[in-house]
Structure formats: C-alpha cells, structure tokens
C-alpha cells in the first residue's frame, strides 16, 4: 500500500451528537470543546485503509466533528483523490475550510525564500503571504487585491459548477519593487519577453514587480518631469520680466505658464490612472492563474489550451476591485479590444483557434494581442452562456492523459462538451457582434 501521511495536530476533543456535529460542519466551525482526542484518533488511523474511500471519509467526518481540522481537511482531499466527484467530501472540505486557518509554511514558501533576497520582508494576509522589496503601503493594497481575487474566484465556483479545492495553504507570491531585478528573477525561471507579471506553476507562485518601474509609466513619469521643469523656467522667466518692468511679456509668460500646467495635470491624471489600472489589472491576473491551478480547476498534469489559461485570467481583469468582477462584468479595456480585432476581421476561426499551439497564437506581438483579446470574449461568454458545457469541458480536459493533447484531441474535447464547433461560433459572435 502505498505510503501517505495525515498530519496528527495539537487540537481537543468535543463531546458531541452526530446532529451537533453536522450542524458545526455546516457553519464551517467545529463543534464545543471539551478533552484531547488525539489518541483515539491515532488508534483508528492504524487500522484505516487509506484506499478505501468510504473508510476515509467516515474518519474524516468523525475528525471534523470533534475539531481536528487539519486532519479532517488530509483525508477529505484523500477522499477526492479517490473518488474526486465525492459530494460529501467536496461539501465538507469547502465548509471545513471557512473555520480553519491555512497553514503558513508550504514547500512553495521555502522555495521562495532561497530565490529572493535577504532584504526581502514577508507580508502575511488571511491567504497569501508576499516576500517582497517594494512600498509596504503598495505592497498592503496589493495583498488586499489579492484577497479579493481569492473571493471573487470563490464567488464564481460557487456559481458556475466548476470543480474546485480549497487552498492547502497560504498562497505565495514574489513581488519586486524593480522591474530590472523582476526580469533578473523570471529569466531564472525561464520566463522571457516584455511582461508585467507571471505564474510559475512547478514552483506555485506568482511573480510581478511594482508598477511605477514600468517602463511606460517610467518613461511618462519623466517626461512630466521635464514638462513641469520647463513650466518653474516660465515662471522663474516671468519674474525677472515683471522686475525690469516689462508687464506685458511677464503676463504672456504667466498666461502660457497656466495653460501647460493645465496639460500637465491632465497628463499626469492619464498616467496615475493608468499605473493605477495596470497594478490591478496585472495583480488580479496572476492571482487567477495561481488559484485556477492550485485549487484543481485547472490540472497541472495536462497542458491546457493557452487561449483557455489566458482566457480564464482576463475574464477576472478589473480596475475596480471594491466591486463584483468576473465572467459576468466586462472590463472595457478588454471588450474594446475584442471590438477592435472583430472591426479588423482578425477573429481566428474557433476551429483553428481551440486546437492552435502557443507558438501559433504568440508568433508575433500582432497575434498576441488577439489572443488575449479573442480569448477574454469567447471564455467568458462560454462561461455564462455555456455554464454547463464549461464545466464539463474542464473535466474533460483534466481527465486527459498527462502530456500536450494534440490539435485533434484538443477539438474533440471541446466538441464533446459544447456540440458542433461551428454551430458555437455562430451562437457566440452573434451574440457578441449581434451579426
């Protein structure tokens, strides 16, 4: 039989009925306290086959309901290692974790740690702890997107009838407050190019760097700078005009001094915004990526169609995180841009587009754009108006053989949960373009 371990924790006993017990289990809270039950929970995990997963999930209830929460929380996902459409087990494990407190240390937060420097500190929210460099004001505002990710991602399990686990423990994430030391960092883990942010699914962590080290928003930054450099040399200019008496100059200085101020403000407006967009855009992105795979909506095992990752990532993408977000609430950079490549005819052909490799769909910056773009509006519309086919889809793709499913494999997958290809392309952009 092969080996697996269930963590014996310091918790205590609680004399309970079986009505007080499930009654707890519903509130997601363990039942009243009384003595330790440690040692009669050991004795019963000596004679317990853990292939068995009946067995398991009795013991897993009778842990629950006298408060042993991390033992409970091993064997019910146990249970869903063996039998993984266990209702009982899905249902408890979900409640369960709403009293239980996620452990802080994983092997993913070990990992980090040798990666990142010395200087780096380690901010801890309910789910997440964050090894970072950067502004403990931004880096709080961040952890704090992060957690809304985690409840809307929720919010959309719940509604959807996707399959998903909750967290095995805090999730990690390594933020740079340089984007030079941020691409020193991806290019060690083999990530290239001009991102803004990454998840490294081997290792369970997600990667960005502050916003304000972006080159774009870098670059305005110091072109304000310059602006408002020239605007104190008007004024200094106006001064020494009005002192030699000369009004008239002095006042055309001044006039022109307000109107580039005016301009400066609205610059700098446009630039704040769209730092501010970007930092929780790009957060809330990768914070999906994470989740979608550590909660087993996505299999590590299998590699998932790009346009599918991508597409699960943007749908979430929000610059108002206070509010609802998801596959039921456009974002308008996102829609705007599916308009534009829909203008331009550049929407690949669904058959084409479910079975395409990455190197297909990113082969140039061109066909990058359309990838995110075509794939925002197909997943969520899929999302919303396939509700049931979708999760039948990411079953099916989970229950793949481990590898890269081929290009037909792809379709017929695809195929097997929303119908005729085409017949779905035709339903999705009419309603999309109202064609």
Do not use: C
Not at 298 to 314: D, I, Y
């Amino acid at each position: 039989m092969q080996r697996w371990r269930v963590p014996i924790a310091a918790m205590v006993l609680v004399v309970t009925t079986t009505a007080v017990a499930q009654e707890a289990r519903d509130a997601g809270t363990p039942p009243p306290i009384a003595e330790d039950p440690r040692p009669e929970f050991a004795e019963r995990l000596t004679t317990l086959d853990l292939d068995d997963p009946r067995g398991v999930l009795r013991l897993a209830q009778w842990a629950y309901g006298r408060g042993l929460l991390d033992e409970a929380d091993a064997l019910y996902r146990r249970v869903l290692q063996l039998r993984p459409g266990d209702e009982a087990a899905y249902h408890d494990l979900w409640h369960l974790s709403r009293g239980r407190e996620l452990p802080r240390e994983s092997e993913s937060l070990e990992k980090a740690r040798t990666r990142v420097p010395d200087t780096f500190r380690e901010l801890e929210t309910r789910r997440y702890v964050i090894l970072s460099d950067a502004d403990p004001g931004w880096l709080t505002d961040q952890g704090q997107r992060l957690e809304r990710s985690y409840e809307q991602f929720v919010r959309f399990v719940n509604r959807s009838g996707v399959r998903a686990v909750p967290p095995r423990h805090k999730l990690v994430a390594v933020v740079f407050n340089q984007r030079s030391d941020f691409q020193a960092f991806a290019k060690r883990d083999g990530t290239g190019g001009r991102i803004a942010g990454y998840y490294r699914q081997p290792e369970d962590r997600l990667v960005f760097y502050h916003v304000e080290s972006n080159e774009n928003v870098a670059a305005a930054r110091a072109e304000l700078d310059r602006s408002l450099s020239e605007i104190d040399d008007l004024y200094k200019a106006s001064r020494r005009a009005g002192s030699v008496g000369q009004r008239a100059d002095a006042a055309a200085m001044r006039a022109e001094m307000t109107r580039r101020m005016d301009r400066w403000h609205q610059r700098a407006g446009a630039v704040d915004e769209f730092a501010r967009q970007q930092s929780i855009s790009v957060t809330v992105h990768e914070a999906i990526h994470q989740l979608m795979f550590h909660t087993g909506v996505q299999s590590a095992r299998v590699q998932h169609p790009l346009w599918l990752s991508e597409g699960l990532a943007t749908m979430f993408e929000t610059d108002e995180p206070h509010l609802p977000f998801g596959p039921r609430h456009d974002y308008a950079p996102r829609r705007i841009g599916f308009y534009a490549i829909a203008d331009r005819d550049l929407i690949v052909p669904l058959r084409s587009f479910i079975g395409a490799t990455p190197q297909q769909l990113t082969g140039t910056p061109a066909a990058t754009v359309v990838l995110y773009h075509q794939a925002y509006a197909l997943v969520s519309w899929l999302a919303v108006h396939e509700k049931r086919g979708f999760a039948e889809y990411l079953r099916r793709l989970n229950d793949l053989p481990a590898g890269v499913p081929s290009a037909s494999t792809q379709l017929a997958t695809f195929e097997a949960a929303f119908g005729d290809i085409e017949r779905l392309e035709r339903r999705w952009l009419r309603h999309e373009l109202g064609d």
